[in-house]
């Protein structure tokens, strides 16, 4: 199983195909950019016109793409994964979706021959890109033994959180509440600091050797000081996406979730007033408030 495919080649997935390149995989990709498929092959991929053609040419093919609408046409639609892949190969889903949506898929590609790994991704730009993502992954035990060596290529740590499809999205889902509201605490004590006259580089030392001090609230306010709010590979779309779903699987299971919703209304502004920036761009809907800014 040396020939591997990737569907959805933006900042995620290109980091997929660049690592699976590197670990010896024949890769195909395709996406509607042609400019990222042009950035592919430069790498040494080779580049898909269709999703049947990469279908034919992969054993395992990974798809990420941005909702559950996208994954179920990739997968099941007309020209889908599903009608093309041989008996045995097996579709990575690596997109954040509904549970519910991956459960659907699941159930669609049953007698397909085809196998389905729900494994969403942790890590973001940079771990996509270094080949350090962590995978939730949910498969039949068999499955993941074989298809391994395509997972490790991508990842650093690979956890095996359930053997159906949804499994993979729900864990995610509840990885999603924690870091949206982490995100959320952290624009938020920028924003006091900033008022308060603190130095940005005064506050990250603070918080990053704290017991408060984690990857995801160090990188937030080390990009909120520097004040680079966009194409750091974290598209403040993706966040709000991801939380909508977990606020939307909280509401089905009558769960309250107090931090995740006062973050998501925050990603909600920000996201209404600079939709091209990413995640720390939401300190400054704080900011504008307040009349203070925090810089290094």
């Known amino acids: 199983m040396h020939n591997a495919g990737v569907i959805g080649l933006g900042d995620m997935g290109s980091g997929l195909a660049k690592n699976l390149i590197k670990s010896g995989f024949k890769t195909s990709g395709l996406d509607l ?72 898929i699941g159930v669609a590609m049953k007698d397909s021959g085809i196998h389905l790994i729900d494994s969403p991704v942790s890590g973001g730009f940079p771990g996509a890109q270094n080949g350090t993502l962590t995978m939730m992954a949910a498969g039949d035990s068999p499955v993941l033994d074989q298809y391994a060596p395509a997972m490790q290529a991508v990842s650093k ?23 949206g509201s982490i995100f959320g605490a952290t624009f938020e004590a920028a924003a006091l600091a900033a008022k308060a006259g603190v130095k940005g580089d005064v506050l990250f030392n603070v918080f990053s050797t704290s017991g408060a001090g984690c990857g995801v609230a160090n990188t937030a306010l080390e990009n ?7 194409g750091t590979g974290s598209g403040i779309g993706t966040m709000h996406k991801d ?48 009349g203070a800014e925090l810089h290094r």
């Open 243 to 290: 939380l909508t779903i977990t606020l939307a699987m909280a509401e089905e299971m009558g769960v309250p979730l107090h931090m995740a919703s006062t973050a998501m209304q925050i990603f909600h502004a920000g996201k209404s007033k600079y939709p091209d920036g990413d995640n720390w761009v939401c300190t400054r809907i704080l900011e504008d408030i307040i």
């Open 157 to 179: 740590t690979i956890h095996r959180v359930g053997e159906n499809a949804g499994d993979g999205q729900v864990v995610k889902s509840c990885l999603q509440s924690l870091i």
């Open 33 to 104: 950019s042609q400019g990222r498929m042009k950035a592919f092959e430069t790498i040494g991929g080779h580049p898909a016109r269709t999703v049947a053609e990469i279908a034919q040419n992969a054993s395992a093919v990974y798809v990420m793409v941005m909702n559950g609408d996208q994954a179920k046409d990739v997968i099941l639609g007309e020209g889908g994964l599903v009608h093309h892949m041989a008996d045995g190969g097996a579709v990575i889903l690596t997109a954040t979706i509904k549970p519910s949506e991956a459960r659907e």
């Open 224 to 230: 909120i000081i520097d004040r680079r709010f966009e």
